[in-house]
Antibody, heavy 119, light 112 residues
Framework: QVQLVQSGAEVKKPGASVKVSCKASGYTFTGYYMHWVRQAPGQGLEWMGWISPNSGGTNYAQKFQGRVTMTRDTSIITAYMELSRLRSDDTAVYYC????????????WGQGTLVTVSS | NFMLTQPHSVSESPGKTVTISCTGSSGSIASNYVQWYQQRPGSAPTTVIYEDNQRPSGVPDRFSGSIDSSSNSASLTISGLKTEDEADYYCQSYDSSNQGVVFGGGTKLTVL
């Protein structure tokens, strides 16, 4: 069964960084892109970027360039998303989701990780 | 950058048919596949249509997708509406200009 399991909820102060993990199982990790998508409370889905677990290559949405870093550890089939210089409007549920090719669907999705930024 | 626009909300009665539109901002929406996701409160999105009109296994054939090049839009049609179809629906495609993923703003479907 293809599955993505994310790390637990986080509470951070403004200006801090957060690192969310996403562990894959049931498929060939290096054969699929890993995307990160966030959803602020009551808002829609916002794509943040992707990483190729095979090459480590990344592509970040312009909005997050300079603040986001996506990495992976193939030895433990886990992808990571780190967001720095957190602001209150970064409060959101962060999802990882995989796709076999960039023009295809994002499936499956992780269960989501709530990141709360509050002083 | 490429954008997708959806109606904020739609509503329809059980047993009826509803269509949700997704309009591309520029270029041809037909040049890249469109996916549709269903998201219920508190849950991650799940795919109901991929590659314009394909249904994943387990998705009822009441769900269908199409592309209309003349209006540069994609559509998700749900027939025989059930109360369980009440959810948020998002269209998604690919932006060739920056190798990025684009989501529509989402449509809240109310079945009343």
């Amino acid at each position: 069964q293809v599955q993505l399991v994310q790390s637990g909820a986080e509470v951070k102060k403004p200006g801090a960084s957060v690192k969310v993990s996403c562990k894959a199982s049931g498929y060939t990790f290096t054969g699929y892109y890993m995307h990160w998508v966030r959803q602020a409370p009551g808002q829609g889905l916002e794509w943040m970027g992707w990483i190729s677990p095979n090459s480590g290559g990344t592509n970040y949405a312009q909005k997050f360039q300079g603040r986001v870093t996506m990495t992976r550890d193939t030895s433990i089939i886990t992808a990571y998303m780190e967001l720095s210089r957190l602001r209150s409007d970064d409060t959101a549920v962060y999802y990882c989701a995989s796709s076999s090719w960039l023009r295809g669907s994002l499936d499956p999705w992780g269960q989501g990780t709530l990141v709360t930024v509050s002083s | 950058n490429f954008m997708l626009t959806q109606p904020h909300s739609v509503s329809e009665s059980p047993g009826k048919t509803v269509t949700i539109s997704c309009t591309g901002s520029s270029g041809s929406i037909a040049s890249n596949y469109v996916q549709w996701y269903q998201q219920r409160p508190g849950s991650a999105p799940t795919t109901v249509i991929y590659e314009d009109n394909q249904r994943p296994s387990g998705v009822p054939d009441r769900f269908s997708g199409s592309i209309d090049s003349s209006s540069n839009s994609a559509s998700l049609t749900i027939s025989g509406l059930k109360t369980e179809d009440e959810a948020d629906y998002y269209c998604q495609s690919y932006d060739s200009s920056n190798q990025g993923v684009v989501f529509g703003g989402g449509t809240k479907l109310t079945v009343l």
